[in-house]
Structure formats: structure tokens, C-alpha cells
């Protein structure tokens, strides 16, 4: 029951998607006014205040739509379309439709960049409700970025999100440690067209703690290009006895008008 349990665990984080975009430069406004012996022309600027959700690789305006391609060594060929469907100042959601699935992305913004909110619920919150209450997994904590406010070639960040789980009687808990890199600029071909795009390589720690153990790790590399976002990702799974890969291709994004 305990390797039954780590199993599913495993196959269900591996079944992850990492998102990652960019942010479009803020819309301002000019009003200007002339005087009736237009004489002098007065022009009011409005003074713009930058948001904390403000990122050049993740567009959060409300309406911004990213369509992908992809494949998983699992399930095959798929589809999957990302909105912004709510935006604030300080928090923005994410409506994603992954071949007729859907479920939402909550991200909270800081100083530091953005963080998704619930990596547990709401990643993997399709994936859990399909299994109808046999498996169930909480977020017990949620720390670092998962998104700087700003990226430069070198530049590492982490995510450690704590979860406990239970299935069928038995319960453990465990963590999932992101580990992000930035590599530098490569020119990246999609269908959606040729970008100039920064790499992120993601490592994943899959750990079991009750068992003290590492029980495996997934790897991502990830493409996103300035004011666009993830416009190519490639994963493969360093799972023992777990044979998985997957990849993922923009073809088009339409930001908001």
C-alpha cells in the first residue's frame, strides 16, 4: 500500500504543467485640453503606478489568451488554452482548459515576483476531482517565488511547497521543491513564430518525508519570451520505475485589447 500510495503521488505531480508568461507594458492615456483662444495647448499625463503583478514573462491583463500544443508520453497529443480571467493589483487568475478540462490558477504578486497561491488545489485540482476522493492532497505551506520580478541570465530561485496526503486509509506527507535557473536568451521556433526567448531550466524535488527520502526528481526546460510568455517547454521524469516526458508549443497568443 505505502509504494501503491507513492506511486500515485508521483504520477500525479509528474502530471504538472508549469506555467510561466510575460507582461504586456501598461496602457496609459493623454487628455489634452485647448483653451477657446487656443492660445495654449495643455496636456495632462496621468501619472502611471507600476503594479506588483507586473512582469515582463507573465501578461496578466484581463483577457490576455495564450493557445498551446502539446504531448505527454502518457496520454498523447493535447490542447490547452490559458486566460486571464480575473486582474488586480495585487493578485491575478488564470482560466485554464487543458483538452475539455478545466480549472484555475491563482497567482498572489509581491516585490519579489509572483507566487502561485496554491500549487496543490489548484495545478492538480482537475486531476484530483477525476478520482473521485481516492486520493487527496492539502498544502500545509508555500514559500519563496515561483516567478522573479525580474530575471537576468544566472539568476536561481526556488519554491517549496509542503503537502500531507492520504489514500485509501493510508496518509504521508512530503514536499515538492522548485528549483529554477536562468540560463541566457536562445532564438526558439514555434508555431506561433521565431522568438528571442529566455531558457529556464526547473528541476523538481519530489521528496517523501516520512520516509526521509528523495524519491525522484522532473525536469523542465522552459522558453519564455518577453512580452509574449512560455512559448516552448520540454520535461522528462528522473522518477525510478516511472517512464514519463512531455512538451509544449505556443501557437497562439492574443492579448487583451
Not at 503583478?53 to 495564450?66: F, K, Q
Not at 486566460?83 to 493589483?89: C, D, H, L, R, V
Not at 489548484?122 to 473521485?132: D, E, M, R, V
Amino acid at each position: 500500500m505505502v509504494k501503491k500510495f507513492t506511486f500515485i503521488v508521483t504520477a500525479i505531480v509528474l502530471s504538472m504543467l508549469v506555467l510561466s508568461s510575460c507582461n504586456l507594458p501598461i496602457k496609459g492615456a493623454i487628455n489634452s485640453q485647448t483653451p477657446a483662444s487656443n492660445i495654449n495647448t495643455i496636456i495632462n499625463t496621468p501619472t502611471l503606478v507600476p503594479s506588483l503583478c507586473d512582469n515582463l514573462y507573465y501578461p496578466n491583463s484581463t483577457g490576455d489568451t495564450w493557445e498551446y500544443k502539446g504531448n505527454t508520453s502518457a496520454t498523447g497529443a493535447y490542447t490547452r488554452t490559458d486566460t486571464i480571467s480575473n486582474s488586480g493589483a495585487e493578485s491575478f487568475s488564470v482560466q485554464s482548459t487543458t483538452s475539455g478540462v478545466s480549472y484555475t490558477v491563482d497567482y498572489s504578486c509581491t516585490e519579489a515576483g509572483l507566487l502561485v497561491a496554491n500549487p496543490i488545489q489548484q495545478y492538480l485540482g482537475a486531476i484530483l476531482t477525476s478520482l473521485n476522493g481516492q486520493v487527496n492532497l492539502n498544502l500545509t505551506s508555500n514559500s519563496g517565488i515561483s516567478l522573479p520580478a525580474k530575471i537576468s541570465p544566472g539568476d536561481s530561485w526556488q519554491q517549496i511547497a509542503e503537502w500531507e496526503g492520504s489514500a485509501q486509509g493510508y496518509s504521508a506527507n512530503g514536499k515538492l521543491v522548485f528549483d529554477y535557473t536562468a540560463t541566457g536568451f536562445e532564438t526558439i521556433t514555434a508555431p506561433s513564430g521565431t522568438f528571442d526567448a529566455m531558457r529556464v531550466n526547473t528541476t523538481i524535488r519530489i521528496e517523501i518525508s516520512d520516509f526521509r527520502i528523495l524519491y525522484g526528481t522532473y525536469g523542465i526546460t522552459t522558453w519564455m519570451a518577453p512580452n509574449v510568455g512560455i512559448i516552448k517547454s520540454e520535461g522528462t521524469s528522473n522518477v525510478p520505475n516511472v517512464d514519463f516526458a512531455d512538451s509544449l508549443e505556443l501557437t497562439r497568443f492574443a492579448p487583451s485589447p
